[in-house]
């Protein structure tokens, strides 16, 4: 009766955990600043982030290089779109994002760390 108690909480801790985890739009807020290699603009890069999901990657000169929009789907899978036509995804390891246009070339990478 032990191990069915345990097993059940253990799946109850788990289940209300992976709900608390969940990213929003929020979560992104901000100012973000790193790099993009590859293909197009290449060199500094910030992503300026909205409450509503909506960025501006802006490149070294200050100009803004691409607008888009990202999309948070079931189990905290990130993809973007941009003004561009370039669709892809992000993945967040702790405070560092890293975009790949994966749908639209993959030719090119974004590595950005929340300031």
Known sequence: MKKVLLVISIYFIGTFGAVADKLECKDFKGEWKGNKKGKGYQGDITILFE??????????????????????????????????GSRGKVTIEENTLTWKNVYTGNNYKVVVNKN
């Open 51 to 84: 409450d509503n999901c909506k960025y501006k990657w802006i490149g070294s000169s200050g100009k803004v290089v691409t607008p888009g929009k990202i999309k948070i789907k079931k189990e905290n899978i990130i993809t973007y779109n941009n003004q561009a």
